[in-house]
Every structure is written in structure tokens, then in C-alpha cells.
């Protein structure tokens, strides 16, 4: 059976962080300055050189959502509409995959949606990860560029908060 048109953007119910199994006592402390401390930071060249190096953690740099954020904007933004599913959670990933597509040319920048190991967020828009950052990162001006538009095209929820590093759930890289 599929979803009918009118019940394509009913409302996804937002985490609650009290009912999450995550516990942010229990979370690696993410830091919303840019600079990595030194245990994240990937050296290249040990990781080359050194057989056994072990890279750090992978982190990733940007803005936490929910799913609810990603129905907003494709509907705000007047995406076209998802084929028709019969999987509310199909439903979900595809628009989540039309918005990624809509907002990353928007900003003219490769964005990347994440699973974050967060209790207040199903997921996170991605500008950097900790281990390309060195090749990936913009200049200062063309950062603010595309801050502004992911904040300008989400609203308010993005709009309120600044960038910020969001360690990956396990085995969740989408």
C-alpha cells in the first residue's frame, strides 16, 4: 500500500534526548571550534610512513538535524515529490537524499549527511570530516558562504546553531 500524497509530509516525531539510549555524560566531548585537538587529527604522514600508525577517530564538522528538518525543507523548497513508497522510512531516506542533492548545489560545495552519535539529533549536515579536512577545507570567506546558505535554506533550527564536530554512530557513513 502506498503512502498517499497528503501524508507525505506528516510530521516525524523528533528525538527526545531524555528517552535516548545515548547519554551526553557518556559522549567524547565534540568542540565547536574548528581546530581539532591533537588526538583527532589525522597525520598523513605516519599513516603513510608508518605501518602501524592507527588513525584517529573520524569526526565530522557541520550542523545537527532531524528528519522533521529534511521534510521542512523539501517541502518549504518545493522539491519534487517522492515516487510513490509504501515505507514511511523509504519515504524518509528519500527525501533526505533530494534535499542533501538540493542544498549541496546550492551551496556549490560536496555536503555529506551523517548519523551522529548525539541524543538531540537523527542527523548531521557535513562539511568536513577530521580525516580530509587538510584537502577539503575551504577559505574562510567561501566557508561563510556556504554556512550561510545551509542556514538561510534549513531556517531557524540551522540558523541558531554554530558548526560543531559530531563523532560518526558506528558503521552509519551514508
Known amino acids: 500500500m502506498n503512502i498517499p500524497d497528503e501524508e507525505i509530509y506528516s510530521p516525524c516525531p523528533r528525538p527526545n534526548p531524555a528517552k535516548s539510549r ?21 597525520n598523513v604522514r605516519r599513516w603513510r610512513l ?7 577517530r ?5 550542523f545537527g538535524v ?3 528538518d529534511f521534510i521542512d525543507y523539501h517541502q ?35 555536503l555529506e549527511r551523517i548519523l551522529p552519535l548525539s541524543p538531540k539529533y537523527d542527523c ?24 550561510q546558505v545551509i542556514q538561510e535554506r534549513f531556517g531557524e533550527v540551522v540558523a541558531r546553531q554554530r558548526p560543531q564536530w559530531f563523532f560518526l554512530r558506528m558503521d552509519s557513513s551514508h
Open 66 to 68: 532531524d528528519i522533521q
Open 124 to 147: 548531521a549536515i557535513a562539511l568536513y570530516n577530521s580525516h580530509h579536512i587538510s584537502v577539503t577545507e575551504l577559505e574562510d570567506d567561501e566557508e561563510e558562504d556556504v554556512i
Open 76 to 110: 518549504r523548497h518545493q522539491i519534487p515529490r517522492p515516487p510513490p513508497m509504501d515505507n514511511r522510512a523509504s519515504l524518509w531516506h528519500y527525501i533526505m537524499d533530494d534535499v542533501m542533492e538540493d542544498l549541496s548545489a546550492h551551496c556549490r560545495f560536496e
Open 22 to 42: 545515548i547519554r551526553p555524560e557518556g559522549l567524547p566531548k565534540c568542540s565547536t571550534e574548528k581546530m581539532l585537538p591533537e588526538e583527532y587529527r589525522l
Open 50 to 56: 608508518e605501518p602501524g600508525y592507527i588513525k584517529p
Open 58 to 62: 573520524k569526526l565530522f564538522y557541520g
